[in-house]
């Protein structure tokens, strides 16, 4: 008898709503579990969700990651395959998703990072999605293939995990400089211009912190920029939409988060060459008037 795929998934916000609704068609055996136990009708407890999952996905900010894994570890089998769909940088290690992974989990744990543009509102209603599956592993990438459909989301086996992590922190960041485009009701020239600047940068900063510029350029890198550049769902288009309309912002995104950190990363030299994040640097830092330093930029 063949055995059922049993899949579990930490966080019950909607990008870990949306992937339970893709999953869910392939016939697998579900589990959710969320810290606030009322998002999850019936919740089991966090060792039997853990403890029988094959395929373990973790779909929570980057910024709680280290403290959300924690508590699973006790119960965690060494075969499950780990799904990370968070993208950024851990402010006191530097790290990125792929090195923020091995360095909570048990050495030899198998991990996979699913970057691409996948908004959750749009693949719940059935729109479909794509991804790039980083991961050295193709029998890891077919285990993961498997449990969606084509239809639901479209996968790339993207061997390089480093580079993948880095193209999706990078597009978070210029994710914000596209919803500040089109909150100051650029026009479409403008916004090509934008968009080609953009690309240019990170494909300069990916070359600095010695991964593989092709992979901007991927799933993980432009096409999830586009989309969540674009998008009103996204939160870093609206966190950009802010900042064009009062130069200031309320909301928490994961481009916003990763800024401060990037700079350090990078250092402070190299900004020169780097104006799109030079501006998304000093307005987060509240120190310009967004349109202004738009301007600027658009005219240097």
């Keep these: 008898m063949k055995h059922q795929t049993h899949v579990s998934f930490i966080g019950a916000g909607e990008i870990g709503s949306a992937l339970v609704t893709l999953v869910s068609r392939s016939g697998a055996h579900i589990e959710q579990w969320d810290v606030d ?5 019936n919740q089991k407890s966090l060792s039997e969700v853990v403890s029988t999952a094959d395929i373990l996905f973790f779909c929570v900010p980057s910024w ?3 403290v959300a894994v924690k508590p699973i570890l006790p119960h965690l089998n060494k075969k499950t395959l780990c799904v990370f769909v968070s993208k950024g940088i851990e402010t006191k290690t530097n790290l990125c998703i792929d090195g923020l992974a091995k360095d909570i989990l048990p050495k030899g744990q198998p991990i996979v990072l699913l970057s691409g543009p996948m908004l959750a509102e749009e ?11 980083g991961t050295k592993s193709l ?10 459909t084509e239809e639901d989301l479209h996968l790339t086996f993207a061997p390089d995990v480093k580079s993948v992590a880095i193209a999706g922190v990078l597009k978070n960041v210029y994710a914000i400089a596209l919803g500040i485009a089109i909150g100051l009701k650029w026009g479409d020239n403008r916004k090509g211009w934008l968009i080609a600047q953009s690309v240019q940068e990170m494909i300069e ?5 010695k991964a593989d510029p092709s992979y901007i350029l991927s799933q993980a890198g432009l096409g999830d920029f586009m989309a969540t550049g674009m998008s009103t769902y996204s939160s870093n288009h609206s966190l950009g939409r802010e900042l064009a309309e009062s ?22 030299k190299t900004m020169k060459t780097l104006p799109i994040l030079s501006v998304l640097h000093t307005l987060l830092e509240k120190e310009g008037d967004t349109k202004d330093l738009f301007e600027k930029l658009f005219h240097a």
């Design 205 to 209: 900063i990916t070359k600095r912190l």
């Design 123 to 133: 693949l719940i209603d059935g729109h479909g999605g794509a991804a790039c599956v």
């Design 139 to 148: 029998a890891d990438f077919k285990k993961i293939d498997q449990i969606f």
């Design 247 to 268: 130069s200031t912002h309320m909301r928490k995104s994961e481009g916003s988060q990763t800024i401060p950190t990037l700079v350090k990363m990078i250092g402070l």
């Design 37 to 41: 136990a009322s998002k999850v009708p």
């Design 64 to 66: 709680i990651l280290r």
